[in-house]
């Protein structure tokens, strides 16, 4: 069974940094492209940042350029986003799922989404 699972996310103030993860079982996992997303309540949920299959091409979102980083270690199954600089307005459900490699416009493959993992900044 497939299963992508999100983890570290928390709770911040503004200015500070957070690590979030997403470790892949159940398939293949070095030969896909794969992105983040979020989602607050009652909007739709955007693409954040997309990675290639071996890390070597990367997309982000205008809001997050600069303050993001998005990696991965193929050999751990593991998408990494590494988040700084936090603002309030980054308050959102953060999630994992594959992509299409063109990564822009980040484009979702297929349903298959983890639970997220709830990242909070504060002012």
């Known amino acids: 069974q497939v299963q992508l699972v999100e983890s570290g996310g928390g709770s911040v103030q503004a200015g500070g940094s957070l690590r979030l993860s997403c470790t892949v079982s159940?398939?293949?996992?070095?030969?896909?492209?794969m992105g983040w997303f979020r989602q607050t309540p009652g909007k739709e949920r955007e693409g954040v940042a997309g990675?290639?299959?071996?890390?070597?091409?990367?997309y982000y979102a205008d809001s997050v350029k600069g303050r993001f980083t998005i990696s991965r270690d193929n050999a751990k199954k593991t998408m990494y986003l590494q988040m700084a600089s936090l603002k309030p307005e980054d308050t959102a459900m953060y999630y994992c799922?594959?992509?299409?490699?063109?990564?822009?416009?980040?484009?979702?493959?297929?349903?298959?989404w983890g639970r997220g993992t709830q990242v909070t900044v504060s002012s």
């Open positions: 159940g398939l293949a996992y070095s030969g896909r492209c």
């Open positions: 799922t594959f992509i299409g490699c063109a990564l822009n416009p980040m484009q979702p493959l297929g349903a298959l």
């Open positions: 990675i290639s299959q071996y890390g070597g091409i990367t």
